[in-house]
């Protein structure tokens, strides 16, 4: 939602850093997320996957993503 507000789509994504408090679920995620990747036609952005001791709200992954707008110089 924060990305189409932008004027932009998880499709302009070029970086993401993946929290995870538990990193015996990273092949889950990764799983996930090449599957919502590979569904919009385009190539996973690079990222960083870092265990962390715990999130906000009790959240198991938390990812952070950096963007580029279309059309931006």
């Known amino acids: 939602a924060i990305l ?5 789509g ?7 850093t993946i929290y995870l408090v538990d990193l015996t679920h990273f ?6 997320y090449a599957r919502k990747f590979e569904a919009l036609n ?3 952005p690079a ?4 265990q962390v001791a715990a ?3 009790g959240a198991s992954v ?11 110089d």
């Not at 998880?10 to 993401?16: A, E």
């Not at 990222?47 to 870092?50: E, P, S, V």
């Not at 938390?62 to 931006?72: D, Q, R």
């Open 10 to 16: 998880l499709g302009d994504v070029v970086k993401t």
């Open 4 to 8: 189409e507000a932008a004027g932009s």
């Open 55 to 57: 999130l906000p709200k």
């Open 27 to 32: 092949e889950t995620v990764n799983k996930v």
């Open 42 to 44: 385009v190539p996973p």
């Open 62 to 72: 938390e990812i952070e993503a950096i963007a580029v707008k279309p059309g931006g």
């Open 47 to 50: 990222r960083a996957t870092i």
